[in-house]
């Protein structure tokens, strides 16, 4: 009895899902850089504001990994909230208002929020994992 080896199926993120990450991750970019020069034009060069580059970088680069629809975005975006949290007491601690840190600190708990609530970290995982099983299915026949 002859077996067909049969091409695993990717599963796919509804248009909604797929619009909501791609949409999130390049207004929650737009959002960190603009922190970020933000910080480059108001600030002076001393070591605490040097270090307040972390969080607005590594924003930055979590929601590009969003858009990219990586399956670690929503642990870099966890670890985000951590830094922007840190980084606002920073900033209300020396007398200073600035609502653009303020935004990207409450937009980026929103997104997660909303990830977790379509159960979007599960999709990407199961997406990666298929994505794997369909390159080791086609490595032995190529």
Partial sequence: MKTENKKPSLPKLSKREDEYITVAGIVGAALSLTALLQHFYFTNTSIRATLMLIPYTFSFIAYVLLAA???????????????LLLSEILILLQSIYTPIVMLVFF??????????????????KERFLSRKKDEDFWSDKL
């Fill in 107 to 124: 937009y980026t708990i929103i997104v997660v929020v909303l990830l977790y609530s379509e159960n979007i970290p599960q999709k990407l």
């Fill in 69 to 83: 629809k990586n399956k670690s975005a929503h642990i870099f975006l966890f670890i985000c909230i951590f830094l």
